[in-house]
Nanobody, 126 residues
Framework: EVELVESGGGSVQTGGSLRLSCKTS????????VAWYRQSPGSECTDIAK???????WYRTPVKGRFTISRDNSQTTVYLQMNGLRPEDSGLYRC????????????????????WGKGTTVTVSS
């Protein structure tokens, strides 16, 4: 069983920065694809950034150029550096992970990965 623990959330003003961390355990880190999702009040859980086992990355358009996802194999941790934060970036940020061949699961309103963390809250004030 893979465990994911997020940290790094907080409250910032518009234009500020935060770095989120997703610490993984329970499986060889180099086999994991990891994604960050945002769950906003009254909205669906949406994937915003992914990092694949080969280091390739994907971003949802609204965060391109502002957010950077990275992985540290020695720390078995995935990071999300968030710069130029806007009020619409506020929400509960959850990380999810999967490996090839494992089925997706649903956690709350989030789906599309196999294992899920509980999340860390980001609040951006104007």
């Amino acid at each position: 069983e893979v465990e994911l623990v997020e940290s790094g959330g907080g409250s910032v003003q518009t234009g500020g920065s935060l770095r989120l961390s997703c610490k993984t355990s329970g499986m060889s880190f180099d086999k994991l694809r990891v994604a960050w999702y945002r769950q906003s009040p009254g909205s669906e859980c949406t994937d915003i950034a992914k990092i694949y086992t080969d280091g390739d990355t994907w971003y949802r358009t609204p965060v391109k150029g502002r957010f950077t996802i990275s992985r540290d194999n020695s720390q078995t941790t995935v990071y999300l550096q968030m710069n130029g934060l806007r009020p619409e970036d506020s929400g509960l940020y959850r990380c999810g992970a999967d490996v090839f061949g494992e089925p997706y699961t649903t956690s709350g309103t989030c789906t599309g990965m196999t294992w899920w963390g509980k999340g860390t809250t980001v609040t951006v004030s104007s």
